[in-house]
């Protein structure tokens, strides 16, 4: 004889106070995502999933969450159709479908993967290091999503070359070298400044489906710092890279800014209500703590502000 089990996640609770998110976190999973031409890329990505509860109810539904979960990624792998916040938002959306009591449905993922690349001087081929960050929201009124990226590169203090630059001109002043002399010299060898680790996360957010590439959105992000910076590295990629980022000494709020306008060139065909996150953390090298820099603002503002510039 079989017996029924209670469903006691549908029960009331002691409390009854909604939860803005009950889900799961750490889901694992391998995501393919197609590219013309070009084998597949395939990375393990992990995942954290949640929907809203109401306060009169227990709990959430873990397993048909998992369920679902489960059954979308394993069809991304196969298909090899989806872009990569698409797979989080078809997600979001079964998740809305699949539970009566829910209003809201989130699920975003992070993923490490290799690109490849020439170094600067030596021309050898290297890879790069990227997290990619995905996520999508989806409510009754439709579903956003969100693709971005985290990089890493190398950025140079204006403050400190500044110091270095008029340490320079004083030294060369006093040994009688011709004021033109000492400009040209300057101009054509950057002075020394502290140097920092940048680190740089670009995310864009919207509805529907805007054309934005993933490299594109890696690419402003990379591009807003001082210089790139790469795993193999000959003696002549190293003099490149201490030259090129030296002669784009950046603030912190400096890369924030570069990264500002790197999108509105980059990303023009972006609705007024998709939302960029721009984030920059330099990892300080004669100081304790590090220094950092963010704006969150949706397209037609950033328009609004960078056309301000020019009027």
């Known amino acids: 004889m079989s017996h029924q089990l209670p469903d006691v996640q549908a029960t009331a609770p002691d409390v009854t106070v909604g939860l803005s998110q009950v889900g799961v976190t750490g889901v694992e999973k391998l995501v393919k995502i197609a590219r013309a031409d070009k084998r597949p890329l395939v990375f393990t990505a992990e995942f954290e999933v949640f929907v809203d509860l109401p306060s009169w109810r227990k709990g959430a539904d873990m397993s ?22 698409d797979v989080c ?13 829910t209003t809201s449905a989130e699920v975003s993922m992070e993923a490490e993967f290799m690109r490849r690349e020439q ?54 002043e006093a040994l009688e070298v011709p004021r033109e002399k000492i400009d040209e010299f300057l101009e054509a060898v950057p002075q020394p400044g502290h140097s920092q680790r940048g680190h740089a996360t670009l995310t864009i957010e ?39 980022a030296h002669s784009d000494a950046k603030f912190v709020e400096d890369c924030v800014r570069a990264m500002a306008d790197g999108v509105l060139e980059t990303f023009p065909q ?37 056309t301000a510039e020019f009027e």
């Open 119 to 172: 170094t600067p001087a030596s021309d050898r081929e290297t890879q790069h290091t990227v997290d990619i960050i995905a996520s999508a929201t989806a409510t009754e009124d439709g579903t956003r999503e969100e693709i971005g990226a985290h990089v890493v590169g190398m950025t140079v203090c204006p403050c400190s070359q500044g110091m270095s630059t008029s340490r320079a001109r004083d030294k060369l």
């Open 64 to 85: 048909r969450n998992m369920e679902v979960v489960d059954e979308i990624l394993e069809e991304a792998t196969r298909e090899e159709a989806y872009r990569v916040e």
């Open 270 to 306: 972006l609705p007024d209500d998709a939302v960029i996150r721009m984030v920059q953390s330099n990892d300080e090298s004669i100081h304790q703590h590090n220094a950092h820099a963010e704006r969150v603002v949706d397209m037609a503002t950033l328009r609004e502000e960078v």
């Open 206 to 244: 919207s509805s529907g489906a805007p054309d934005v590439d993933l490299n594109d959105v890696i690419d402003v992000a990379r591009d807003a710092m001082s210089a790139h910076i790469y795993n193999l590295a000959k003696r002549p990629d190293e003099d490149h890279m201490t030259f090129e």
């Open 89 to 101: 938002g078809q997600a979001a959306e079964r998740l809305l479908e699949k539970h009566d009591y």
